[in-house]
């Protein structure tokens, strides 16, 4: 089997990469993070139970996963998914940085190696124990126009029904569609075999590493 290329991963990954910076979001509504973010209470693995946006690079990809992490000068972002096709499983690493000095909202920051663009990572909700609601703004190859990608990120993979409630009542409050986001396959039948913890710790040691480098 050829298992897919990391870096075609990497060149256009969220979870989190291949969009454009803060001051390249024209053409994207006009949103608003939380401006209290905590960080060291968003650590820790996030489901993603659904995306709304075009992403090519999970095409065929189930079960995917972000694991964020606290290093010395930034946060460790650990990206998984498993190929339906394959069944392999792909893990990707990069770094988070705070996009303003201040530290007190939710805008990030996100690199990847072997990325020439730098993602923006937007919370615009969460209450750090179930969900999370995540926006990006990517700038097509083209420069013709820019679209919103969205995340809806579960700390587990099932999910109570108030917790989704709740979701879709904060998707309302940000004027975001729950009809236009695409659920992600997360299922025990897809994703046994999934959780590689020694992959995850190498893929930290990388990213620290990385971190170390910049």
Same mark, same amino acid.
């Given at each position: 089997?050829?298992?897919?290329?990391?870096?075609? /991963? $990497? *060149?256009?990954?969220?979870?989190? #990469?291949?969009?454009? +910076?803060?001051?390249?979001? %024209?053409?994207?509504?006009?949103?608003?993070?939380?401006?209290?973010?905590?960080?060291?209470?968003?650590?820790?693995?996030?489901?993603?139970?659904?995306?709304?946006?075009?992403?090519?690079?999970?095409?065929?990809?189930?079960? /995917? $996963? *972000?694991?964020?992490?606290?290093? #010395?000068?930034?946060? +460790?972002?650990?990206?998984? %998914?498993?190929?339906?096709?394959?069944?392999?499983?792909?893990?990707?690493?990069g770094w988070a940085e705070?996009?303003?000095?201040?530290?007190?909202?939710?805008?990030?920051?996100?690199?990847?190696?072997?990325?020439?663009?730098?993602?923006?990572?937007?919370i615009l909700s969460t209450?750090?124990?179930?969900?999370?609601?995540?926006?990006?703004?990517?700038?097509?190859?083209?420069?013709?126009?820019?679209?919103?990608?969205?995340?809806?990120?579960?700390?587990?993979?099932?999910?109570?029904?108030?917790?989704?409630?709740?979701?879709?009542?904060?998707?309302?409050?940000?004027?975001?569609?729950?009809?236009?986001?695409?659920?992600?396959?997360?299922?025990?039948?897809?994703?046994?075999?999934?959780?590689?913890?020694?992959?995850?710790?190498?893929?930290?040691?990388?990213?620290?590493?990385?971190?170390?480098?910049?």
């Amino acid at each position: 089997m050829i298992r897919r290329s990391l870096l075609s /991963v $990497t *060149a256009a990954l969220v979870l989190l #990469s291949g969009s454009c +910076t803060a001051q390249e979001t %024209m053409g994207c509504a006009d949103r608003s993070a939380i401006n209290d973010f905590n960080a060291t209470l968003y650590m820790g693995k996030w489901y993603e139970y659904a995306k709304m946006g075009s992403m090519p690079y999970e095409e065929g990809g189930v079960c /995917v $996963t *972000a694991e964020y992490s606290m290093s #010395s000068n930034n946060i +460790t972002v650990v990206n998984s %998914m498993k190929d339906n096709t394959t069944h392999e499983v792909n893990t990707t690493t990069g770094w988070a940085e705070f996009a303003s000095e201040l530290h007190t909202d939710g805008k990030l920051n996100v690199h990847f190696p072997n990325s020439p663009s730098v993602g923006n990572y937007w919370i615009l909700s969460t209450d750090y124990d179930n969900y999370s609601i995540v926006w990006s703004c990517v700038k097509r190859p083209d420069n013709a126009a820019s679209s919103e990608i969205s995340w809806i990120l579960l700390r587990s993979r099932n999910s109570s029904n108030m917790t989704l409630e709740r979701v879709e009542d904060e998707l309302k409050n940000l004027q975001l569609d729950l009809n236009k986001y695409t659920k992600t396959e997360q299922s025990a039948k897809y994703c046994a075999g999934a959780e590689h913890v020694v992959g995850a710790m190498l893929s930290v040691a990388i990213a620290s590493l990385f971190a170390l480098l910049h």
